[in-house]
């Protein structure tokens, strides 16, 4: 499937702005599908995914979910009926989740309750926490659970574009991978320039993107995107090691990740520990835990890079042709340095490894270069 068939949806959702991935894997619902319209897939889709047949009917004055259960039993999750209120669809502001069986022996059970007077009225509308109580009962039933959702590679690029943008990760009950603004961000002009930043990245990826014109910032400047991230730079490190026919080649980008002082995992250490000393300047019990908890996986990575620089050291002194790649190859590159220039090319530049180098650096492949976004049209709706 080309890349601009994989569609990122940026959208309100309730009082969310969200960004949903769809394409091979996850096909959207058709435009007209009676419950999209009516606003029920969050509830209807984690249901289905557990083997529940569902149908959305019109009750006293707004729609409710029903959802058969194995024992003939219902499941019925509806929104306040009398009196009823305004609220987008499928968002109400409480819920009222039941289990009902008219055939003996007779049911009648209230498994979640929001409204103001009920147990669980400080969730509010919140249909996350719905789902997790549905969830529990559920699995009490005996009804089977959803399978693990398999994840494709165009929804883990599209991933890596939002997370840079500013965009929070997260996974609904259902197992649906979306991301989300951080909960804290509320001001308008914030949000627009997040999502414009993740609109011209996404684009510049290949994306179809669509998004509510509102949601933008149609005065910005089209957001620049760098040639390549670092993790880009990292990954020609991969490449490498597997196009290696020497020891002294895998040994050689080895090292860029293991060095001491300057290699990439202790440069990840210090950004964990500078990290966590700025987190525990808010000042708040839980900032201290986050804190802590970074400086217990800095540490732990510590002692890993350690043990990885003994086993980098162990395989420099096997200093020999692998088996399974080839003499005739191996023999044309052993005049190579011990610090290729590929690696060099695919590597920020730093004084150490500038004195390492033996010949000018090569730049990134065109292939990994990411094109600049073209201006942002118009406004206009699922542009």
């Not at 149908?55 to 499941?75: F, K």
């Not at 306040?80 to 039941?98: A, D, F, N, R």
């Not at 603004?181 to 609109?199: G, K, N």
Request: proline share 11%; charged share 25%; hydrophobic share 35%.
């Amino acid at each position: 499937m080309p890349p601009d068939q994989h569609l990122v949806t940026l959208q309100w959702e309730g009082t969310r702005i969200t960004a949903r991935t769809s394409g091979p894997s996850a096909p959207r619902a058709p435009a007209g599908d009676p419950e999209r319209e009516r606003g029920y897939g969050h509830l209807t889709a984690p249901l289905r995914q557990r083997g529940l047949e569902c149908t959305v009917e019109y009750g006293l004055s707004d729609y409710v979910v029903h959802a058969s259960l194995p024992d003939g039993s219902e499941l019925i999750i509806s929104p306040p009926q009398e009196p009823s209120g305004e609220h987008p669809p499928g968002y109400p502001e409480s819920w009222l989740v039941t289990r009902h069986r008219s055939a003996e022996p007779a049911v009648d059970e209230v498994i979640y309750d929001s409204e103001p007077d009920g147990p669980h009225a400080r969730h509010g509308g919140n249909v996350s926490k719905l789902l997790a109580v549905v969830d529990t009962r559920l699995d009490q039933l005996g009804v089977p659970p959803r399978p693990a959702p398999r994840r494709f590679a165009h929804e883990i690029a599209a991933d890596a574009v939002l997370h840079r943008a500013g965009f929070v990760p997260a996974v609904a009950l259902g197992g649906e991978h979306y991301h989300r603004l951080p909960s804290a961000m509320t001001d308008p002009d914030e949000q627009r320039l997040v999502v414009t930043r993740a609109f011209d990245m996404l684009q510049a990826d290949g994306f179809n993107v669509t998004c509510d014109p509102d949601l933008l910032e149609h005065d910005m400047p089209p957001t620049w995107i760098p040639e390549a991230s670092l993790g880009d730079r990292l990954g020609y490190l991969t490449k490498f090691i597997q196009a290696s026919t020497h020891t002294r080649d895998v040994v050689a980008n080895l090292s860029e990740v293991t060095a001491p002082g300057d290699g990439v995992l202790q440069r990840v250490v210090e950004i964990l520990d500078t990290t966590a000393e700025w987190w525990e300047g808010f000042g708040e019990p839980a900032d201290h835990r986050y804190a802590q908890r970074l400086r217990s996986i800095a540490e732990n990575l510590d002692s890993h890079a350690a043990e990885l620089r003994a086993i980098r050291g162990d395989l420099a002194d096997r200093y020999a042709v692998h088996p399974g790649k080839g003499q005739g190859r191996a023999d044309r590159t052993a005049a190579s340095t011990p610090f290729p220039p590929r690696v060099s090319a695919a590597l920020t530049p730093s004084p150490t490894v500038a004195q390492r180098r033996t010949t000018p650096a090569h730049p990134p492949t065109v292939d990994a270069v990411r094109p600049a976004p073209a201006a942002r049209p118009p406004s206009s709706p699922g542009r």
